[in-house]
């Protein structure tokens, strides 16, 4: 009986539970149908538009200035793009597109534009005027620095600058006149301070200024009249300068030369 018992039991493992084969084997297949799908979709491709060409900003778009690209159907959110070139066409560049360009309905806008903008994003102020100025006496410029302006008067003529602003306002001119008028001192002056700047093109080194249409053409007129203009890169957050400041070598002093900024243009509010 024992040897028959052991028989019965070694036929009795051999008829092993077939389930856990059959599971193992619907997982595998499952998890290749599941790669497959996940492949073929990760492959589906849709159609974007792309810029063809520059548009400068406010141009209108045209055909010719688009094309479509398939990208895969499942991208990043930034590079969802315009489907289709006829929601592109008649609209306006809301920038300066570039070549190769993803277009976004954000780069896009409805009419054309009432008032420049720089390719920077930056806009013109109704009223206000733009004038290029050099930036080879500031140096390193941003939009989002402030200039002050000056010029200088080798001749020394005292009606350029601080003789003439003061008498229209009916104050005693603050400058000294030369001790002798025959050998009037060169000076330097400051006519503005605090101007916006607009854009700056560091390839020809100017910078477009927001002007009042006095200011620029204040500006105009100094340099028709042969005096150099200088610039210097001012903090927004700055305190405003007074306008037509006058200095020239015989009115340094060492007080005001070491006087903290802050003081100084305190000082010389009226």
């Known amino acids: 009986m024992s040897a028959i018992g052991t028989l019965h039991q070694a036929l009795s ?5 077939p389930l856990p084969a059959i599971l193992i084997g619907l997982g595998v297949i499952i998890t290749a149908v599941f790669t497959v799908l996940a492949f073929l979709e990760a492959s589906r491709t849709e159609p974007v538009v792309i810029l063809a060409r520059d548009v400068p900003y406010g141009q209108p778009i045209s055909a010719d200035d688009l094309t ?17 070139p006829t929601l592109a066409i008649g ?3 809301a920038r300066h597109l570039a070549v190769n360009d993803l277009l976004q309905p954000s780069m896009l806008m409805e009419h054309a534009p009432t008032r420049p903008v720089y390719p920077n994003g930056e806009a013109l102020t ?11 006496t500031i140096g390193p410029l941003t939009h989002r620095d402030r200039i002050n302006i000056g010029f200088n008067d080798p001749n020394g003529s005292p009606d350029v600058c601080d003789q003439a602003q003061r008498a229209a306002e009916g104050r005693q001119p ?9 050998q009037p001192r060169p000076y330097a002056c400051r ?6 700047v607009l854009y700056v093109d560091t390839e020809v080194g100017t910078a477009y200024l927001e002007l009042t249409p006095y200011q620029s053409h204040t500006l105009w007129a100094l340099q028709a009249a ?36 802050t003081s100084l243009s305190d000082k010389a509010q009226p």
């Open 68 to 84: 479509v690209v398939l990208l895969p159907r499942h991208r990043p959110v930034q590079l969802t793009g315009i489907s289709s």
């Open 191 to 196: 006519l503005l301070s605090g101007v916006r």
């Open 126 to 136: 109704p009223g206000m005027v733009a004038m290029p100025f050099s930036t080879e």
């Open 13 to 17: 493992r051999r008829r092993s539970n």
């Open 226 to 261: 042969g005096l150099t203009l200088w610039g210097e890169r001012y903090g927004s957050d700055s305190p405003v300068l007074p306008a037509l400041d006058r200095l020239d070598i015989g009115q340094i002093t060492v007080e005001e030369l070491a006087m903290p900024t």
């Open 174 to 182: 603050t400058v000294v006149p030369p001790s002798s008028p025959l």
């Open 91 to 93: 609209q306006y560049a």
